[in-house]
């Protein structure tokens, strides 16, 4: 398989579409170092939207917590086999492959 690069500032902040459309964006990935360079090993991938992210702050607050604002932020490591960088402005998410109930 050949290898493709992407630059890491340009993916940070992308929002992720799946079959129903875009619902999450790439945060962070998990990488391993590979010689002088880095591959990824996942993505993790956060909340899609200004709401969901202000939200998340909130819940870090103590006070505010307690005051039951703001809500945990939902977060999700996704193999890199699943994200689709083809276009690097628009990453997609992939579906799984395996056997399907019958």
């Given at each position: 398989?050949?290898?493709h690069?992407?630059?890491?500032?340009?993916?940070?902040?992308?929002?992720?579409?799946?079959?129903?459309g875009?619902?999450?964006?790439?945060?962070?990935?998990?990488?391993?170092?590979?010689?002088?360079?880095?591959?990824?090993r996942?993505?993790?991938l956060?909340?899609?939207?200004?709401?969901?992210t202000?939200?998340?702050f909130?819940?870090?607050l103590?006070?505010?917590r307690?005051?039951?604002?703001?809500?945990?932020?939902r977060?999700?490591?996704?193999p890199?086999?699943?994200?689709?960088?083809?276009?690097?402005?628009?990453?997609?998410?992939l579906?799984?492959?395996?056997?399907?109930?019958?």
């Open positions: 398989m050949a290898r690069e992407v630059r890491f500032e340009a993916l940070i902040g992308c929002p992720v579409t799946g079959a129903g875009a619902f999450a964006r790439i945060e962070d990935v998990r990488v391993e170092p590979d010689g002088e360079a880095y591959l990824v996942s993505f993790i956060g909340p899609l939207g200004a709401w969901a202000l939200s998340a909130f819940w870090q103590p006070t505010l307690a005051l039951g604002l703001g809500r945990k932020s977060i999700r490591v996704v890199w086999e699943l994200i689709d960088l083809s276009d690097p402005e628009h990453p997609k998410l579906e799984r492959e395996g056997p399907t109930a019958s």
